[in-house]
């Protein structure tokens, strides 16, 4: 494991500049643009493009830069205010309630006692080696999707010349097995799974639990990734008390041993900053079963209001945290791109928060138009303009009208593409999903309502909805087809999963369309689309998603959702690929 931890090297990705624009002459990526008006009337273009792939890349640029002013002036003849719209959730609500159960379960009774957790585990391999196997596996691929220390640091101090290995160690590896990794269940099957996990979350609480008040890295870490653990496994009151544990911890060794950064070992430093990744991970799962985070369902509180209080205090420290990470030189390639492709996520999410706060948790259903004009704006601006061009795939891909041959060509033929780049464009076009579905026309009821016509608005929120939401779902499929990628993100699928099971109308007869005006703002090639793509994301979940033991309500909630689907689509069974079948279940 030594000789591969140093051999990761990072290579220098250039990062390119751009300049403002002017009124008269326009620069992108220093290629000089002036229009003209000349005195007979006519006009002129001088510029220092010499090819026609710079043309076609520097008009790409200007139609990025100016997308929404026409849909702009649009929008500004509509009223000032967009009535926000009720949108239902079924696919959402199914899943949250399916967690909530098995949280249920877990907490009413013992789902993992172990009797005898070494003889459960049958292999011939020492528990050491499998480790050095686990972290190896984990750091070409979960490791990349949350970078959480340093690599090399994390070795020297955690497992060179030591004996035992660390508590961090132990509890690291228990959050490994239950992280949804394909690749770890090449190493472990499903049976030992659960009970490995046990093993090594049990050998990690021994050795820590008497260093509960020393204020280390290690300790530290340790409750981080028991937290996790517990959290991966939906024992959310356990993971929130080892969670409270590490942020102690932290606030210790920020304020004393890491308070100067220029007299701090510079591999702890950034190791200390990168945790604030890991706490992110373990509050977003405490959020969620708190009903905080995603949209909102009506559910009775799961937790009791001290419970809850403590929570979002919880929340409120570790949102302070700031996750500015920064490669290292002994880094690779692909973990310099998931700390940066992060870096760039996290400003996606800085600007929809405060909207998703008003129109998904606020009271008011009347949004101030410029306000939603504004986060399109910023997001824009995020994508085209802040973000790379290593990190950023060309609009091209993007095209109208391409089929999915075409579309995966081009690709696999992108020099930008790889796996950050492909999650950022992902969470971009999501976020357009998320900021318009509140304000799509209403399928069903409109003819009671009284009110068949759709505004321009509307209109407008459904063909953006509708394209972003065939983006998303390609994206991902190549993601975990094409790319290896494991861990879906199950919020960015569930969202336009959601988008095309509303545009699928599997409830309503062509008589009904019709009646309920439908075919205004939906035809029926793209109804008939949004039904394929329904069945693709139950491609792209069981590809890209292995859900673990502590899971099984959920997978049976998905299971019998694609069910329904397929014979609601072709009234007879269809043979499609297993899930896994998880050993305990809820």
Known sequence: MEQNLQSLQPEKRPEKKYKKNTSTTRETSATNWQLTLNKNGTMSIHTDITTHTELLRHLESLSNNHF????????????????RQKFEKKLRKGLFDAIIKCIEYNENESRFIIRDAVSTFSSNQPLAILMTSLLQVFFSCQFLDRVSFHQQTFWKLFIKDRAEP?????????????????????????????????????????????????????TMMTFVYMATYKANTLYPREASMYLELALRIRHILVQDRYKEPITCEIGEYETLKRQGTAFQYIISVIQYVNNWRGIPVQHKPYYN??????ARKMHATINLIKCDMTPMPDESQSVIQSIIGKRYIDMISAVVHPYYSRVRHGADDDIPLPFILNIEQQLRQIYYQKIPSDYRLPASI??????????????????????????????????????????????????????IECDPFELQAQKICYKSSIIVVRLLEYLCTKLGSCN???GLLSSVWEMHGRNACLDMTKKELIENGVYEYLSAEEIETSREYMIRCIGVLKQGYLFNGAEKGAWEYFNDFEQKLIKTLYNSPLQTTEYWGPVHGC
């Open 68 to 83: 929404s002013l026409s849909k702009q002036a649009m929008l500004n003849a509509c009223t000032a205010y967009i009535h």
């Open 166 to 218: 660390s508590p961090v160690v132990y509890a690291l590896c228990a959050a490994i097995l239950t992280d949804r990794c394909r690749h770890i269940a090449q190493l472990v099957s499903y049976k030992e799974m659960d009970s490995l996990s046990k093993l090594f979350f049990e050998k990690a609480r021994d050795l820590i639990e008497n260093r509960f008040d020393d204020a280390s890295l290690e």
């Open 305 to 310: 209001d001290t419970v809850r209080n403590e």
């Open 398 to 451: 993007f095209e109208d009208g391409l089929n999915d041959l075409e579309f995966r060509k081009r690709l696999s033929e992108c020099d930008q593409c790889h796996p950050t780049s492909v999650k950022l464009a992902a969470t971009f076009y999501q976020s357009f999903v998320g900021l318009y579905e509140p304000f799509l026309p209403a399928i069903q009821k409109r003819r009671m309502a009284g009110k």
């Open 488 to 490: 879906t993100n199950l």
